[in-house]
């Protein structure tokens, strides 16, 4: 193996890390994973609002941290820098001489005050990669507004689809809008990094949680501008395939996902009534989402008639896509996620072994790195400020001693 392959597809990449909560870490995590070296900049003594949304917590009293935290901040190192105050200013300014990605998620203008929005990074280093995290934008009417994933879910439409059809408006289970924009991030420095390789230049890159929110809306976004009717909720059912969703069976819930004519007709053979997929109401596809309403009551009952179980063993059989409704705890209990090593253990001084959820990406040749938890606050200050901008002991024990760095 390479040395290139052991070191990872970002080796040599230098992350400066400002944002907070999930949008932002969830990016700087896939960039670490991917061999980046990622500095979290944190406010002294308090850190990343997440390291206390908990329970749960790992650690004790002293070291106590929530789960949350450890879930978007793997493979980072975390310094701890007051940067209201110029000092603590002039030390990030430092870091980012020598840095090619910086990724925030402050308000708009939100750091123009300190000097570091990207017209006064820029001015220090043009090559730099600068991605801002918003609710909204730099430009527009809502620009200045705080955003959280919540309120964009319901905003960018995916709650008006999300929940039963008689039911309230639903989130989704996880923050996914931030997630979804943390994903887009990741992706959008490295299509800017490599853009920087072919013409020396960085560039400032504008990401909004509603505008990621629209985007994926995908099928249902352009189901409503192909024919000007908004998509309502429809539960676990699909908009554009039936059949295609959750059953209830004599035991418990199984996903029918029903995705072409062909699966169609063997699970029609294997439920005993071939006579459905023959008639023409519902052969096809398109015909099945035109008479939903006269098929899924003859579904639903026929599923009630056997176990999960079994229904899941002889649709397998005959390669119709099935699947169980999992909680977490059968989740990494299945024998397909131990196999794919998605649950792994990382090593933090303070705490010990503690696990974390795989990155899903497997390269042939390059490494996903998974050398060390997320960091304690201000872990890594003495060694990047020392290693990197040079400060000696006297320097680092005035610059404590003011408050500056923890």
Request: aromatic fraction near 8%.
């Amino acid at each position: 193996m390479s040395d290139d392959a052991i070191q990872g597809a970002l080796s040599g990449i230098r992350v400066i890390d400002l944002s907070r909560i999930l949008a932002g870490p969830w990016a700087t995590q896939m960039l670490a994973d991917f061999g980046a070296e990622v500095i979290k900049v944190e406010r002294p003594g308090q850190g990343d609002d997440t390291r206390g949304w908990g329970p749960p917590f790992f650690g004790d009293d002293e070291h106590k941290v929530a789960a949350y935290f450890h879930s978007a901040n793997r493979g980072k190192q975390s310094i701890a820098i007051d940067f209201t105050r110029p000092e603590g200013q002039q030390l990030v300014h430092d870091l980012v001489r020598e840095a090619d990605v910086l990724v925030e998620n402050y308000k708009v203008d939100g750091l123009k005050k300190y000097r570091l929005d990207y017209d006064s990074l820029k001015a220090i280093n043009p090559r730099l990669v600068y991605c801002s995290i918003t609710g909204f934008g730099q430009t527009g009417p809502y620009k200045h507004r705080a955003g959280y994933d919540f309120m964009i879910q319901g905003m960018g439409g995916l709650m008006s689809v999300t929940g039963e059809p008689d039911g309230t408006p639903m989130k989704v289970g996880v923050a996914l809008t931030d997630i979804l924009t943390g994903l887009y991030a990741a992706n959008a420095v490295q299509a800017a990094l490599h853009y920087r390789a072919r013409t020396g230049l960085g560039q400032h890159i504008d990401l909004a949680l509603l505008d990621v929110q629209v985007a994926t809306m995908a099928n249902q976004a352009m189901n409503y501008l192909a024919t000007g009717n908004s998509p309502g909720r429809l539960g676990n059912a699909h908009p554009n395939i039936v059949p295609y969703q959750a059953f209830a069976t004599t035991d418990g819930y199984l996903i029918l996902a029903v995705g072409n004519d062909g699966q169609f007709q063997r699970f029609c053979e294997v439920a005993g009534r071939p006579d459905l997929s023959a008639d023409e109401r519902f052969a096809t596809n398109q015909a099945r989402v035109a008479h939903r309403e006269q098929l899924l009551p003859v579904i639903i009952e026929r599923m009630k008639t056997q176990t999960r179980d079994w229904w899941l063993d002889k649709l397998e059989a005959v390669s119709v896509p099935c699947g169980p409704i999992n909680s977490l705890e059968q989740v990494f209990a299945d024998p397909q996620v131990q196999a794919r090593e998605l649950k792994r253990e990382l090593n933090q001084p303070e705490l010990g072994k503690v696990p974390s959820v795989a990155n899903p990406i497997r390269f042939s040749e390059s490494t996903i790195h998974y050398e060390r938890a997320a960091p304690s606050l201000g872990s890594d200050t003495d060694h990047v400020l020392t290693g990197l901008l040079d400060c000696d002991a006297s320097r680092l024990a005035f610059l404590r001693k003011q408050g500056i760095v923890g």
